[in-house]
């Protein structure tokens, strides 16, 4: 995939994501995909799309580009996302701490993602920014 054209991949696999569109950015996952979040350590498409249901149960959740980087054979790429959550509901056990209905988290972070037959088979994340206090 060229430059261009793995950007635009992403891009569309982020529009899915904010849209909530499980069976759209869920193909974009190898079947043995292996994520490495803050939140979880998971394996596995389905393991990935079952978090991510359980977590838009009790967040809006939306991911903004704010770099990205290829390598050059375009088997992995890097990119710097801001994170906005609000919650629709109480979280009292959310994994990153608890948040209240109306609550909004931002927070940045880098996230690798190795690619192979034009899908992701590992997902690491690093945060930039501190997690602040949940916001009215």
């Known amino acids: ?16 994501f904010n849209r909530a569109d499980f ?9 043995d995909v292996v994520f490495h979040g803050r939140a979880a350590q998971l394996v596995g498409r389905q393991a990935v ?5 359980m977590v838009r149960t009790y967040l809006d959740e939306r991911v903004e580009l704010l770099r990205f980087v290829r390598a050059p ?6 990119a710097e996302l801001r994170t906005t959550l609000i919650a629709q509901r109480d979280w009292p056990d959310m994994p990153t701490g608890p948040m209240r209905a109306g ?6 972070a880098i996230i690798f993602y190795d690619i192979g037959n034009g899908v992701f088979t590992r997902i690491r994340s690093a945060r930039l920014s501190p997690n602040p206090e949940a916001r009215t």
Not at 4 to 14: H, K
Not at 23 to 31: C, L, W
Request: hydrophobic share 40%.
């Open 1 to 16: 995939m060229t430059a261009p054209d793995l950007r635009s991949w992403f891009e569309a696999y982020l529009a899915a």
């Open 23 to 31: 069976p759209g950015f869920g193909t974009y996952y190898a079947d």
């Open 49 to 53: 799309l079952d978090f991510y249901r």
């Open 73 to 78: 054979a375009g088997d992995r790429l890097a």
């Open 103 to 108: 609550d909004r988290r931002e927070s940045t």
